[in-house]
Nanobody, 121 residues
Framework: VQLQASGGGLVQAGGSLRLSCAASGRTFSSYGMGWFRRAPGKEREFVAAISRSGGSTDYVDSVKGRFTISRDNAKNTVYLQMNSLNAEDTAVYYC???????????????WGKGTLVTVSS
């Protein structure tokens, strides 16, 4: 599976962005999908995950109520809608494919190149 994330950019605090991650291959629906991020000077951390069917989701506490992960298996794409962004959300965001349920960096099998999100305060 090859993954390509897009949608990052510069946004003011309080604004919104929608990240997309397009997957190649015909086995997209076989994988749980996740979004992770790496802020400057920090380790990569879990942000959100979604089950193979899209029926179950999980979020890190800091984004609950602000971010929404979704997927469209017909389009081989997973999304991350990010609202009420703040400076602490500034990071490179990565999409990944792996098992479910998992929130661990080490359990993901495939990674896309990141997309940079910068939130100005």
């Amino acid at each position: 599976v090859q993954l390509q994330a897009s949608g990052g950019g510069l946004v003011q605090a309080g604004g919104s962005l929608r990240l997309s991650c397009a997957a190649s291959g015909r086995t997209f629906s076989s994988y749980g999908m996740g979004w992770f991020r790496r802020a400057p000077g920090k380790e990569r951390e879990f942000v959100a995950a979604i089950s193979r069917s899209g029926g179950s989701t999980d979020y890190v506490d800091s984004v609950k109520g602000r971010f929404t992960i979704s997927r469209d298996n017909a389009k081989n794409t997973v999304y991350l809608q990010m609202n009420s962004l703040n400076a602490e959300d500034t990071a490179v965001y990565y999409c990944a494919a792996g098992g479910w349920p998992t929130t661990s960096v080490y359990d993901m099998d495939y990674w896309g190149k990141g997309t940079l999100v910068t939130v100005s305060s």
